[in-house]
Each structure stands twice: as C-alpha cells, then as structure tokens.
C-alpha cells in the first residue's frame, strides 16, 4: 500500500496553484481536484506536476474532497494530505503531519493557526466557530476551519457517504472522528494571510454556523458508530 497522497481542492487559482503543487511534491505525489475552475487552474496544477481531476460545474469543497478520497482509496494509499490552493498553507509543514501520524495511532490531524495573526473579521469568524463546534462536538476544537489536515484510509471510508459541501463536510470530519471513537490530533502551523479582501458575509456565515452547529450537536447525541 502507497503511503500518503496530497489531496487539494482548487476553483480559479490559476495564480497560486503552482507554487502549492512544486512545494508539496518535495514530501508526496499531488492530486489536485479542479472544482470548475474557468481561468486555468487544471493546466497550471499539471504542468507544476501534479495529478489533476475536473469536475464539472462546480460542486464546491466538500464534493471536491470527496473526489479526491476516492481517487486515493483507488490507488491504495494509506493517508491523505489536505491543503488550499491559495497559498495559505505552506507545504513545507506537511513533514509535521507525516511525523504526528508515525507517533500514532491518530485518524485526523489538523493543522491548528494562530488567531491573533488573522484579519480581524476572520479572527471573529474563526473565535466564534472555536467555541460553538466545541461546543457542538464535546470536544475542544482550537480551529474548526482549516483545511490543513491528514486523515486515516479507514477514516476517509467513512466520509464517502456524506453530502456537505464547503465548510460542513470539514466539520463532518470531526463528527465521524469522535463518533467512531477515532483519535484526534492537532500540530501548530503557519497563520498565512496575503492582505486579500475577506468574502465573509457575516449574517449568512453565522445563521450557516448556528444551523451546522446544532445539526452536529444533535448527531454526536446519537449511539456511537463503530
């Protein structure tokens, strides 16, 4: 069985994409899963060297990841990798992770930022997700929003059947972790940001935080799995 596949979820980072997928493949083969993307991003991923999937139109995160699940469960790969497209994760991190797997076992490890070096609406969006998915879990959850993760091949069989998209199929993450009675890990990494403009509609972003919230609430309420 091949050791660990880096999986990343890319939509119009035609900019960036290839600087993330040089970097990575110094530590692992890359698949990057073109989610609609219109301004070349599928092109540039496969000339930086990795391996690329389009799925059209676009599906968002959750479907993008999924794709990328089943691609390496095909490939008898016995970890993923998950990073952003938008250089906010640095690559040369993902040494952390495959060290925090050895010292194991662990299902899901997440890559944990620093909040105060976040934009200030990001930092009130991410402090305020901290404490209800913490809440909703029954867990401490230091960062509930990273992407940044690595994640067990029996894990990754257990999130085949979800349908979230964008930040609920992350969340799902968690929910399927703790209820399987899987271990849960964390490592620090680097907070990212390049001065761009936030996208947060703050109504919208928290009515949707509540609304996954309670529905993991009332999951994690419910008889183990095993």
Same mark, same amino acid.
């Given at each position: 069985?091949?050791?660990?596949?880096?999986?990343?979820?890319? *939509?119009?980072?035609?900019? $960036?994409?290839?600087?993330?997928?040089?970097?990575?493949?110094?530590?692992?083969?890359? +698949?990057?899963?073109?989610?609609?993307? #219109?301004?070349?991003?599928?092109?540039?991923?496969?000339? !930086?060297?990795?391996?690329?999937?389009?799925? #059209?139109?676009?599906?968002?995160?959750?479907? !993008?990841?999924?794709?990328?699940?089943?691609? !390496?469960?095909?490939?008898?790969?016995?970890?993923?990798?998950?990073?952003? !497209?938008?250089?906010?994760?640095?690559?040369?991190?993902?040494?952390?992770? +495959?060290?925090? %797997?050895?010292?194991?076992?662990?299902?899901?490890?997440?890559?944990?930022? &620093?909040?105060?070096?976040?934009?200030?609406?990001? &930092?009130?969006?991410? =402090?305020?997700?901290?404490?209800? %998915?913490?809440?909703?879990?029954?867990?401490?959850?230091?960062?509930?929003?990273?992407?940044?993760?690595?994640?067990?091949?029996?894990?990754?069989?257990?999130?085949?059947?979800?349908?979230?998209?964008?930040?609920?199929?992350?969340?799902?993450? *968690?929910?399927?972790?703790?209820?399987?009675?899987? &271990?849960?890990?964390?490592?620090?990494?680097? #907070?990212?940001?390049?001065?761009?403009? $936030?996208?947060?509609?703050?109504?919208?972003? =928290?009515?949707?935080?509540?609304?996954?919230?309670?529905?993991?609430?009332? &999951?994690?309420?419910?008889?183990?799995?095993?």
């Amino acid at each position: 069985m091949n050791s660990v596949l880096i999986v990343i979820p890319a *939509f119009n980072e035609a900019k $960036s994409i290839a600087q993330v997928v040089r970097g990575a493949r110094r530590h692992a083969p890359v +698949l990057v899963v073109d989610d609609g993307s #219109t301004d070349g991003t599928a092109a540039a991923a496969a000339a !930086a060297g990795a391996e690329v999937l389009i799925q #059209t139109p676009n599906q968002g995160k959750g479907a !993008a990841l999924r794709a990328g699940f089943r691609r !390496a469960l095909e490939l008898y790969y016995e970890n993923v990798i998950t990073l952003d !497209a938008d250089g906010q994760h640095d690559p040369r991190e993902i040494p952390q992770f +495959l060290q925090a %797997f050895e010292r194991g076992p662990v299902d899901l490890i997440v890559g944990r930022r &620093r909040f105060d070096q976040m934009p200030l609406v990001r &930092r009130l969006a991410n =402090t305020f997700g901290q404490w209800l %998915f913490t809440w909703a879990l029954g867990q401490t959850i230091p960062d509930n929003q990273s992407g940044y993760r690595l994640l067990s091949r029996r894990l990754i069989e257990k999130l085949l059947d979800h349908t979230e998209t964008g930040f609920e199929f992350e969340v799902a993450m *968690f929910a399927t972790c703790l209820k399987s009675r899987y &271990r849960l890990a964390w490592v620090p990494i680097r #907070t990212i940001y390049a001065g761009e403009a $936030s996208h947060i509609q703050p109504l919208q972003h =928290t009515l949707n935080f509540i609304r996954v919230a309670w529905s993991t609430h009332q &999951r994690m309420r419910g008889p183990a799995s095993g």
